[in-house]
């Protein structure tokens, strides 16, 4: 089935550690995302790519880092430098243009 | 004040009821409307995908744009406990590397 899996579920930081966020599509699409979501805010944007090997920082980059190889894949690097990274991490793809946005089922990080 | 206004609920109805989901919005530039549905740690699922004003229906659902009040509602007919989830309603521009703007969703409770 075409999709968006994001691993793991669940993970777990150390403080002072980086950790790194798997999203791997088989949708075909070229634009990828990562949004963040707190309790009681709106999806936020951290980076997007539109074709592989270019990125842009979205809405709250500041304290991530992303890359993207290739196609299907765009892994989120949650920093050291993000002071408040517990959140709920989601990402999601589209097709170029004006077409809609398709969401994984998230990554779920809490601080030890 | 934020773009996109959302109630956060929780909203909660009797099995079989109409249901009315609503947001509004303060640029006029959006020109893209969506609704999703999001069940407890999923991602979100798009419903409805909407471009002009007026009425789109899918099923049970109905989404409205209302581009001259800058209003936007989902409605669903004959609610089941299987409805309970978040809505989250997401609008963006014409082009604008297809980023997207969230409400912070409202929380529907279908009760048997």
């Known amino acids: ?112 | 004040q934020k773009e996109v206004e959302q109630d956060p609920g929780p909203l909660s109805v009797p099995e079989g009821a109409i249901v009315s989901l609503n947001c509004t919005y303060s640029n006029s530039a959006f020109q893209y409307f969506m609704w999703y549905r999001q069940y407890s740690r999923k991602g979100p699922e798009l419903l409805m995908y909407t471009y002009s004003s007026g009425n789109k229906e899918d099923g049970r659902f109905t989404a409205q744009v209302d581009k001259s009040s800058k209003y936007i509602s989902l409605f669903i007919r004959d609610s089941q406990p299987s409805d309970s989830a978040t809505y989250l309603c997401a609008m963006k521009i014409a082009g604008g590397g297809n980023k997207l703007t969230f409400g912070t969703g409202t929380q529907l409770k279908v009760e048997l």
């Not at chain 1, 550690?17 to 999203?23: A, K, R």
């Not at chain 1, 070229?30 to 805010?41: E, L, V």
Request: proline letters at 4%; hydrophobic letters at 25%; charged letters at 20%.
């Open chain 1, 1 to 112: 089935d075409g999709g968006i899996t994001q691993s793991p579920k669940y993970l777990f930081r150390k403080e002072g550690q980086n950790v790194t966020l798997s999203c791997e599509q088989n949708l075909n699409h070229d634009a990828m995302y990562w949004y963040r979501q707190d309790p009681g805010q709106g999806l936020r944007l951290i980076y997007y790519s539109q074709i592989v090997n270019d990125f842009q920082k979205g809405d709250i980059a500041e304290g991530y880092s992303v890359s993207r190889e290739k196609k299907e894949s765009f892994p989120l690097t949650v920093t050291s430098a993000q002071k408040n990274p517990t959140a709920f991490y989601l990402c999601a793809s589209s097709r170029q243009g004006n077409q809609p946005q398709h969401f994984g089922d998230g990554t779920r990080l809490s601080i030890l």
